[in-house]
């Protein structure tokens, strides 16, 4: 294990200075119509060697891939001739469609008339095609086979996704009678098979050889493996009594705070680290009659409580305390919930000091569409501020309605209709000095598809490491980047045979905590962002067992910068960035969270800027950082933290702005005339960062929350980081409206962390604690 050291204190420098819809896009012809035309030809020349090379299929003709402008509309690919049926849209960027011989010979007679420089009809559809190939074995592969790859074994199981030909019914029956006959002359085992309306799915046991010829047949639209990550039911139902005699935490340790249905105190699981449970609504005890709260209490005081459950120990570590503030059906319809939480959270602060509060729940009848913010996201912003405390919310979860999927939409739309304004965050995930978490899947087999490994009936939504099919969206108010975090909060899954039914609450697919009914099970799984906030707030009050008097913005900035987009999240985004505003900066990474590691160091400022200021931090570079060396990734993070006073009066809420810039120069002298010159506001946003980051210095800054990470593989000779140094620039700047309301000096957190992640020999925390000491011998000479 890699040995830990204490993160390191970052100094300020001396100097602190003053700061100054449209159209729907016309595609425009190419440059060069000639070139862009035999450019195309010659794709159509490789696209039928690709469709020469399939197996199968119940007509003779192609299947293409088209590369198109962002701005296509699919149906137009019938544009270019009447006998290229359209199939489906798989990205943005690429439609599918068949094509017969003749109608490929048509559209290869008009790019060549286009290569003449004479006219054709539809040239705008023309003008959009980037490219065109056949549909490639590489493109039949979901993601699991990418990923892992074929079994191992001499025979597996694959599922097996045929193309749905919606629009003909008569002939997709046609294609499934064509592909069965296929599978039994290349003696392909079928095991089972859903045909529905919209869906043909085959489970086949088969060689590796035989798996190739799959990935090669006309008719298939994918081949991956069966679901295969689960939550075990051996996990679910073992005899927790076996386990041994949990011992409480220290008297010290740090609080969390579940403020929810109640908690059932007496848990085999939870007793030994309950510090107090107290009811905060009016006539009813503290015990939890729902179960919501006692679930939510487990994910809270252990955090991974599958992971305990894995390795059959459970040690809490931190103290948990209950506030309830909700009824047996889990709402609270008493009086305003805004004051019965104001009570709850100014005991538990004043008699326990707990910093850390966990509010699972939100308003579904309150989406977040844009304008002011207004009831208890202000209670929770207002009382960050105040008491120097953190709440981490969950996003929400989509309520099923009118404007949910229906049947396989669930499974087809996905993840697209999580960008709808009905998928937007709720009251009060919209509060800017918390915390606001949205969900991930992390299992996506049901038991019952555990028990029957041949029947493929229950499909999943999400896959591992995708966003819940349920998680809700931001942003926030002014367009600040909301959730900013993620954790698992489960999958659902449809059943094929039942009419594409929804199943919400499928065993094994969410996430499993401590179960409330005393004379049942004491294990439970329930699906919601409820169980993903939980799991960050044993994050948030963990980091109090390391640095027990750090404030709430440090614990904010800390988890941020430490955050790491899961991979198939990362793809999402990458297709578009709209998906940010579901996945934030995406999930906790404990690695380097706590401690630093020699191999990722993580520096802390704490500062207080005045008005129209800004605050000057050089970040220490060891030589070994940007070295030559083979391609590894690198990469510098960086978070701001701060607690602005609020008006839900105004559009744009926050009082002060405070943000940052990481920007490199020969030397501080430099940077401040820089920043100096930038007196105009304008001036100021222009001024550009040494490079982009993943977030982007406007996006980022819209939040209380801020975050950016900048990465690298390789440093060429003349890279700015090998000849100049390197500065972080803090700025405030209030709206003019919001002077009176904010400190002379407004407090912030600032981290900055490097990571050479894949350098097992790296030595950053000795070079840059080195380089922290010498520079403040210097001053105190000075």
Known sequence: MAEDFPHLALQRETPVTNKRAGSPPRINAPDDVRAHSLRLLDHLTSAREQCASDEGGFDDRKLIKFSVDKTFNPDDIKKISSSIEFVSQEQDTVVIGFASDAALADFEQRLTTMAKGESV????????????????????????????????????????????????????????????????????????????????????????????LLLRNRDVRCVDLPPNFRLERAAIFQDLGALPEIQGPSDHAPGVVVLDSGLATGHVLLKAAVGEAKSFLPGEGANDENGHGTHVGGLALYGDFENCLSIRSFVPRLRLFSGRILDKDNSNNTSFIENHIEQAVRYFNSTHACKVFNLSFGDSSKPYTGGHIKGLSVVLDTLSRELDILFIVSAGNHCIGEDSPEGLGWRESYPHYLLRDSWRIIEPATALNALSVGSLARHNQTFNSQRYSHDPSELPIAQPNQPSPFTRAGPSVDGAIKPELLNYGGNWAINTRAGYSLLEQSGGLGVVSTQQNPEGSKIAIKNG???????????????????????????????????VMPSRCQDLIDQNKEFRRVCGYGKVDERALFRSLEFAVTLKAEGAIENKKHHFYEIPLPPEFANGGKRRLREIAAALAYTPPVRSTRTKYRATRIDFRLVTGPDLDYVTTMFNKATQQDDYERIPEFKAGLIGQQARSKGTNQADFWQFLQFNANSKLRKQKLFVVVTRNDHPWGESLCNYEENYSLLVSMRDWENENARLYTQIKAQLEAKLRLRVRA
């Not at 705008?124 to 056949?134: H, I, K, T, W």
């Not at 960050?536 to 800390?558: G, K």
């Open 529 to 563: 962002t409820s169980m993903a906030a939980p799991q960050v707030a044993n994050l948030a009050a963990s980091v109090l067992l390391e640095q027990p008097e750090a404030n709430s913005n440090f614990i904010r900035a800390l988890l941020c910068l430490n955050a």
């Open 121 to 212: 009809t539809y040239k705008q559809v023309f003008y959009a095609l980037r490219g065109l190939d056949g549909w490639s074995p590489e493109d039949r592969k979901g993601w699991a086979l990418k990923t892992l790859g074929l079994p191992a074994t001499d025979e597996f199981l694959l599922d097996v996704e045929l193309w749905p030909l919606e629009d003909h019914p008569n002939r997709r029956t046609l294609e499934d009678i064509a592909f069965e006959t296929w599978l039994r002359n290349n003696a392909i085992l079928k095991k089972d098979k859903v045909v529905q309306p919209a869906l043909s799915l085959f489970r086949v046991l088969c060689t590796a050889n035989q798996a190739e």
